[in-house]
């Protein structure tokens, strides 16, 4: 009888820790009745209204370790736009890497990227990326890679201060595809990359090196209601 309790024992141990292991972060996101000024401050008000997450993983090159500095992620949205807020901390600013480049020329930068599902189906990803001077990077995300060719229309500022660089992003609904659904199952993720004497990447999902897709890796948004994708016609050079 001893030897069968604790054998039921060591079974659930086991499923509790693997529970722990592959459960994904959510992040819980509030509507605002009013837009928010994209200045790359993260001074407005509204922000209040927002529930933080913190980017705490280190997944390159380190394997879910803790990050070494800091990143606060706020999330808000409105009937038009999907608002992402970030307070990037480093510990020597002065370190902190950023040009004025070309849109899409930042990937060798410090910056922060969105990594959006809006199917939930782990097909594709939008991939929005801000660097500490604004300078905007989107690609496309599938199965198969990444595509740099990729661009749409959204809004974003960024500034460098004294214990770090704060950034702000703004996404039209109707630049993004997605299911009109009361509640939408949106899969997501944050990155944040420092180059350094090397390149240090810290996530807020954790990141198994085994599983080789990233997009079933991520967290979910929850609680945004009845978004509508409009209707446009983008055509960007």
Not at 69 to 82: A, F, G, H, M
Not at 126 to 144: C, H, K, R, V, W
Request: glycine letters at 6%.
């Amino acid at each position: 009888m001893i030897l069968r309790y604790l054998f039921i024992f060591i079974i659930l141990f086991k499923l509790n820790i693997i529970a722990q292991t592959t459960q994904k972060p959510v992040i819980n996101i509030n509507k605002i009745d009013r837009q928010i000024n994209i200045n790359g401050k993260m001074n407005n008000p509204l922000w209040l209204l927002a529930d933080p997450i913190e980017i705490k993983f280190e997944i390159n090159p380190g394997d879910n370790t803790p990050a070494k500095e800091r990143t606060i992620v706020k999330s808000l949205y409105d009937d038009e736009y999907l608002y992402f807020g970030f307070i990037c901390f480093d510990s020597k600013p002065s370190e902190i890497r950023a040009n004025l480049s070309e849109r899409d020329k930042i990937f060798q930068d410090d910056y922060v990227i969105v990594l959006l599902d809006t199917y939930g189906d782990a097909q594709k990803s939008y991939e929005i990326a801000l660097n500490p001077f604004g300078i905007q990077g989107d690609l496309m995300a599938t199965q198969n890679g990444e595509d740099i060719s990729f661009d749409f229309t959204w809004f974003g500022a960024a500034e460098i201060n004294d214990s770090g660089w704060t950034a702000e992003m703004a996404i039209p609904f109707k630049s993004i595809s997605f299911e009109e659904v009361e509640y939408p199952n949106w899969k997501f993720n944050v990155v944040r990359t420092i180059p350094r004497s090397s390149r240090t990447q810290v996530s807020w999902a954790k990141f198994d090196k085994d599983i080789p897709s990233f997009l079933l890796q991520y967290g979910s948004i929850n609680g945004l209601k009845n978004i509508k994708s409009g209707s446009s016609i983008e055509l960007l050079p």
